[in-house]
């Protein structure tokens, strides 16, 4: 691995820092610059990289390579005169065409891809099968076609001589003449009868280099043998073509007036021919422009277009391209692509998604820290939850683990092999989050909930205070009758699912107000278990503190011992209003600046913003609106550290909407 230090982190070190990330032998151990909003030191401090303001300091034998992209010559000749014996010191010229170079290489490299890609579509996509041999005689393309004639897999069928895969094949022949072989008649084992045409491969040197086979099914031939000569025949046969594709095809004329369309057309979007035929190209559009119009301006080929059609406003792909003839524009032909097997596999990946959730990493009350009393009464509740099948309701403040608590107490039950689904119900809209809870049924599709998903075992309902009625009478009917009904269906489906529920928020005070129902609060609230605040159980910090390092020094790859007397007495006096998640985001914020020969973590590693100690009594001066604004920030700023910086949060917190939280933000420089 080589260590580089890039001394400048404008534009140049900007692009720098990003591409050496890239490489895995490379590692920038920090980055210099006076100006602390420069790009890159602003990149850096994003991704926990080392900032310093000197390079001085830095400067030692760990260091391989030192990239200069300050442009001042000065700069760089106190590199090269301080440099150690063994780095090499890089002006930022080169180091900038390095760059360059790199960058033009990946464009280029992102070019032959999507040709190549676009190739393998329209070989994949004609109707004629296709197959190509090399100079040994070993198949090296199968396209789709070859595929659906022959009955063999292009799997099975590339790599291999081509006699293995087709035993009468004359494609050997045709490289060992090098003649153009036309329409001549084969079986192949399939049985299928075809009309082949073989080609001799030959690169720019007049080498042949192998040979290709492009062949259709002989009843398609001979129909277009027997049809070319009448026009009415021709016409019919390709109507039959049209009219046999399971993809929608609509043909328009020169005006954008339809003309043609096929029964898959009218499968798709819901439109009868009597609703097309003769009516604006616009007609069937949902949501969208026409891209039937676009191609009549243009007069180009338009493809891959989302658009959404029909009457049940169906999501599709649409490829259209206009009708030349003699050079003059007669109209234009539109296939659609339905996206429902596009919908099947994003069903598959929200199944997946669910599994994930199933098989996250499992807690035991054992892995909860702590040795004070309310700790202990707060454990002793849960081992106890966890062997009745009650629901349970985990009060405390956000972030003092009661996420953790509900993890141990799944664990600890008779239903530990089954799901722990946790599901957060500040973070979705009501309609949202009913579909994703009772699962739904829309346009014949049915698609399990949550519910159902954990059955046998756990939901954590987490900020279950901040539901909505509506939700709350929902979930009150899971709790009484063990049963759910999908969004937009009618049957009762039962379901075996233990409830256990958490709320940072007052659920007494809000039942006052209005907002939380009674008779749900009281069905909760069978089980409930308090979790102590961080502040209320300080004498737990050394041992919460030194589980978070073992976990943080894997996560890092560091190996911190501890922390020294005075770290270990500033974590005790602060108060910890983000409780035990401040904890781990403190103990993580110090180690990322400590040097890889540290061993402790010292009380000037800790922000400075937790080691000022607040006089509450002591007010700020000035007039009443000075010292309104000032005590205002200071309610912004503790809230948005209790909130973990989440602004969505903070603003429901304080009863304000985001957008007012925003502007106070950026007026007191919180951003």
Known sequence: MQNILIVGAGNGGYALLKLIELAEYLQVTAIVDINEEAPGMIYAKEHDIPTFSDWKSLISGDIQIIIDVTGQKAVFQELLANRPATAVVIPGEIANLIVTLVEEKNDYIQI?????????????????????????????????????????????????????????????????????????????????????????????????????????????????????????????????IIY????????????????????????????????????????????????????????????????????????????????????????????????????????????????????????????????????????????????????????????????????????????????????????????????????????????????????????FLDEVGELTKKTQAKLLRVLRENAIIRVGGTSSIPVDVRIIAASSLNLEKAMREGTFREDFYFQLNRMPIHIPALRERKEDIPLIAEHLLVKLNQEFGRNIEGFTEEAMESLLQYDWPGNARELENIISRSMIFLQPNDRFVEEQHLPRSMLVIEDEDDMPDGTLAEQMDEMEKKVLARTLKVCGGNKSQTAKKLQISLRTLYYKLEKYNLV
Do not use: W
């Open 244 to 459: 046999s594709s399971d993809d929608a095809i609509s043909v328009v004329d020169e005006e954008g007036k339809g003309i043609l369309i096929n029964p898959a057309y009218t499968r798709i979007t819901g439109f009868s021919e009597e609703e097309v035929i003769g009516k604006p190209a616009t007609a069937d559009i949902s949501e969208g422009e026409s891209i039937h119009l676009k191609v009549l301006q243009s007069k180009k080929p338009i493809r891959g277009v989302n658009l959404r059609v029909g009457k049940q406003k169906k999501d599709v792909i649409v490829n259209v391209a206009p009708i030349l003839v003699n050079g003059n524009l007669k109209g234009s032909v539109g296939v659609i692509h339905d996206m429902t097997e596009m919908r099947g596999l994003m069903k598959e990946l929200d199944r997946a998604k669910t599994l994930i959730r199933t098989l996250e990493s499992s807690f035991s009350l054992e892995d909860i820290s702590g040795t004070s009393e309310k700790i202990n009464f707060a454990i002793d509740q849960a081992r106890l939850a966890a062997s009745v099948p009650v629901t349970v309701l985990l009060r405390g403040e956000v972030g003092a683990g009661k996420d953790l608590f509900a993890h141990a107490i799944h664990s600890e039950s008779n239903r530990s092999y089954h799901p722990f689904i946790r599901v957060n119900c500040s973070a979705m809209e009501e309609h949202v989050l009913e579909r994703e809870l009772f699962g739904f049924e829309e346009s014949g599709l049915s698609h399990a909930g949550l519910f159902e998903d954990a059955t046998n075992g756990t939901i």
């Open 112 to 240: 032959i891809d999507r040709k190549k890609m676009m190739q393998e579509l329209i070989f994949n996509s004609v109707e004629e099968g296709m197959i190509g041999i090399d100079d040994l005689g070993i198949v090296n393309f199968f396209n789709k076609s070859a595929e659906r004639m022959t009955k063999i897999s292009a799997e099975n069928a590339i790599g291999k001589k081509v006699r293995q895969v087709i035993s009468l094949s004359e494609l050997p022949r045709t490289f060992e003449t090098g003649r153009v072989e036309l329409n001549k008649e084969l079986t192949l084992e399939s049985g299928t009868k075809i009309v082949t045409s073989r080609y001799p491969m030959i690169n720019e040197e007049g080498k042949r280099v192998g040979a290709i086979a492009v062949f259709k099914d002989i009843t398609e031939v001979l129909q277009l043998a027997e049809e070319i000569t009448n026009l009415t025949e021709i016409q019919k046969m390709l109507e039959a």
